[in-house]
């Protein structure tokens, strides 16, 4: 019988703090960088964001948003014989995030490892999870995408501080013999490293390089707007399934512009868009998973729907996956 994978459960979390543009930009303004809550939110959609408070890590904030999509899906912990975390704010150096969390859950044995593929990670991590299940190598998968953006930010930038916050989502992805995840698709661009990085390396027990986000806006822009398109329309090639059987798109929630014209191109009405931008900014790895879960948990996304979930961010990386939820 062929094996597939679904979906069974999701979960998020978001720190507590929560702060507004007005706030955000109160507090730039005391070193003298000048931004607008009008600004932010003309030229991407985000109204606020959360920071997570100091010595809280991305295990912390993974380990709520996994426990929630265990409940949700039904699942207990010690069922989990794979963990995969995508972040590029890892706790440490080494082990893995997904690791780490594995001990938070209380869970020993099964595979865990991070997947490093910056705002890409969740679809890249849904990706390999499917496959892993597929082949038989895992039964039940929980797949994290966790972040504290804040801490690379460079506050003193305001052309990238604005635009990144801290979270964490989550699902479970179970074995099944019908699918679920329908098709999927990954690439990458190393030519294009150099537009979205933390160039920065620890070496010798030494920061060397510079430790803080850096990004050319515009190149980014540009890139994402022209592979999403053609990587969605990938996927539902792949799958034999057309623009008009997608019941929601839920891209990388990096700026409202780029989420727009996705979806225009898609030929979708602005109402099957899950936007959470507005509330959470750029959460990076965790983008896709927090608003999957948001739209779950607002009743919107339901058994059956077919969702297109679209990644693309540092690397250059991006990718697509398309499912019956
Ligand atoms: O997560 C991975 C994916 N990342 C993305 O998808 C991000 C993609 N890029 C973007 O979202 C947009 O390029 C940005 C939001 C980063 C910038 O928007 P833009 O429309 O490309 O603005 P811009 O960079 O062309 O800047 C326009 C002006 C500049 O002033 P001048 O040179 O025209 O006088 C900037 O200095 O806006 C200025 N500016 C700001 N002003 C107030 C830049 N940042 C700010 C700010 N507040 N925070």
């Not at 080494?94 to 990670?121: E, I, N, R, Y």
């Not at 030519?191 to 920061?207: A, D, E, F, Q, W």
């Not at 799958?239 to 409202?256: F, T, V």
Request: charged share 20%; net charge negative.
């Amino acid at each position: 019988m062929p094996r597939y994978s679904r979906i069974l459960g999701t979960g998020s979390f978001l720190p507590p703090k929560r702060l507004s543009n007005a706030e955000l930009a109160a507090q730039l303004a005391v070193d003298g960088i000048e931004t607008s809550d009008e600004w932010i939110v003309e030229r991407t959609g985000i109204r606020a964001r959360h920071f997570a408070d100091a010595g809280v890590s991305s295990s912390d904030l993974a380990l709520p948003a996994a426990q929630a999509a265990l409940q949700a899906a039904g699942v207990s912990a010690e069922e989990i014989d794979l963990i995969i975390v995508a972040t590029s704010t890892p706790d440490m150096v080494f082990p893995s995030t997904a690791c780490l969390l594995q001990q938070k859950l209380g869970v020993h044995g099964g595979a865990a490892f991070d997947v490093q593929a910056v705002c890409s990670g969740f679809v890249y991590a849904l990706t390999v999870a499917d496959s892993m299940i597929r082949t038989g190598a895992a039964s039940k998968a929980l797949v994290v995408g966790a972040e504290v953006f804040s801490r690379i930010l460079d506050f003193k930038d305001r052309t990238t501080c604005v635009l990144f916050g801290d979270g964490a989502g989550a699902v479970v992805l179970g074995a099944c013999d019908k699918p679920g995840i329908l098709a999927t698709e990954l690439h990458a661009d190393g030519r294009h490293s150099g537009i979205l990085c933390v160039p920065g390396t620890v070496s010798g027990g030494k920061v060397l390089g510079d430790p803080l986000l850096k990004m050319d806006g515009q190149a980014v822009f540009k890139m994402a707007v022209s592979v999403l398109e053609k990587v969605a329309r990938s996927v539902l090639e792949k799958a034999g399934r057309q623009e008009s059987d997608i019941d929601w798109l839920i891209p990388h929630q990096a700026n409202i512009r780029i989420m727009h014209s996705t979806a225009k191109k898609m030929k979708l009405p602005m109402e099957r868009l899950i936007v959470t931008v507005d509330e959470h900014g750029n959460t990076s790895a965790a983008s896709i998973p927090l608003a999957l879960d948001t739209a779950v948990r607002a009743g919107k996304v339901k058994a059956g729907d077919t969702v297109m979930l679209e990644g693309v961010g540092g690397g250059f990386t991006w990718g697509a996956v398309l499912l019956d939820f």
